[in-house]
């Protein structure tokens, strides 16, 4: 929260859903701090084995997915030269 908020002071980032999250998390962080009684249902932790381990499979299911993607996309990537090249030859193709 602190590095985000001197990047947003800075204004190094311009996105806004960089300043909606870091708003978020100082609201999360707010209410740690001065709700010490918490505002969380009370079977909040309250979970089962199964439940905790469908959550952690679809955790596990979601990082191997994106680790998938990531590979793939770095097999496809091409290099700026390429590009150019097949952008100049599909230009010929059309004359």
Not at 5 to 13: E, L
Not at 29 to 58: E, H, M
Request: net charge positive; charged share 15%.
């Amino acid at each position: 929260l602190g590095l985000g908020g001197m990047i947003a002071y800075s204004g190094v980032i311009h996105n806004p859903i960089f300043y909606l999250i870091l708003m978020a998390g100082g609201w999360s962080t707010f209410q740690r701090f001065y709700d010490p009684t918490g505002s969380v249902p009370p079977n909040y932790y309250k979970i089962t084995t199964g439940q905790r381990v469908a959550l952690a499979g679809g955790y596990i299911g979601l990082i191997g997915a994106l680790i998938a993607a990531t590979s793939i996309n770095n097999q496809m990537r091409k290099p700026p030269e390429v590009l150019e090249r097949e952008q100049k030859e599909k230009s010929w193709n059309y004359m």
